[in-house]
Every structure is written in structure tokens, then in C-alpha cells.
């Protein structure tokens, strides 16, 4: 509930700085936010995936052959600074009903994440991400 004193509202997110996007064609998106917006590859994990950042924003690129009728859009992601306030935001969500759509877990790259649907059914990854950490670090 809006303005309730939960451990979910002392927790504050960094920033709204990762999107991951469905596509079909990952070589065309790459040579647009690379090419041409100045994007930089962060990973490229194998021939499906692509990671770019600028400056401390994470952008996804995942390949599928059809988009849903989801749309192109796969996820948003909100960053935290530490893998424990994920822990505690996801406690506390899940006390609230929030449904769980995939629990917390550590990724191949060092972030640690975990994905919860909103009342609309969007998924929100809840991530702490070093590279955003670091960014935000270096704000202060």
C-alpha cells in the first residue's frame, strides 16, 4: 500500500536504468544503439544475447523469433545497490501478494536479480547490477 511504513518503502532503488528488449534481428538493433547512438557492448554471452551500457544504463538485447503479444519489450529493470536489498524488497513484495516469476538468483556476469509481475502482469526484474552500482558509486 502506497505511503504504508513496510521494509519494501526503506529500501530505495538506485534508479530505473535496465531494459531488455525482444528482437528479431540483433544484428540491426546492434549497429543502432552501437552504430549509432554510442551505446557499448558490455557482453556478449553467446549468438542471442547482447548487453550493451551508456554511461550507467544496461540495455538487453535478446533474440526471438516471434514477438509476443507481450510486445517487444521483456522486461524493466530496477537497480538497487546491493544483492540484499533485493532480498528484502522481494520479502516484502512477496508479503504483499506481489507474484513471484522468478526468484532471486546470481547471474553469469555478477548481477543478482530477481523478476516479480506488476497488477498489470509487466515484469519487473529487481537487479543489482555492478556495472549501474559502480556508476552510481562514482556519482556521490
Known amino acids: 500500500m502506497p505511503g504504508s511504513d513496510t521494509s519494501v518503502s526503506k529500501v530505495k532503488p ?22 549509432l547512438l554510442g551505446f557499448e557492448v558490455e557482453w556478449r554471452p553467446d549468438p542471442d544475447n547482447l548487453y550493451l551500457t ?3 544504463d544496461s540495455l538487453a538485447l535478446h533474440r526471438a523469433d516471434t514477438i509476443a503479444p507481450r510486445g ?4 524493466l529493470g530496477i537497480a538497487y545497490s546491493t544483492a540484499r536489498d533485493v ?9 504483499a501478494g506481489t507474484r513471484m516469476v522468478e526468484p532471486p538468483r546470481q547471474h553469469r556476469d555478477g548481477a543478482y536479480s530477481a523478476t516479480v509481475a506488476d497488477p498489470e502482469g509487466n515484469h519487473l526484474q529487481l537487479i543489482c547490477h555492478p556495472p549501474i552500482v ?4 562514482r556519482q556521490d
Not at 532480498?87 to 508479503?95: R, S, W
Open 54 to 56: 551508456l554511461r550507467g
Open 87 to 95: 532480498d528484502i524488497t522481494c520479502q516484502g513484495l512477496a508479503a
Open 72 to 75: 517487444s519489450l521483456d522486461h
Open 14 to 35: 538506485i534508479g530505473l536504468r535496465h531494459l531488455a528488449l525482444r528482437v528479431r534481428d540483433l544484428r540491426a538493433m546492434e549497429g543502432f544503439y552501437v552504430g
Open 134 to 137: 559502480a556508476f552510481e558509486q
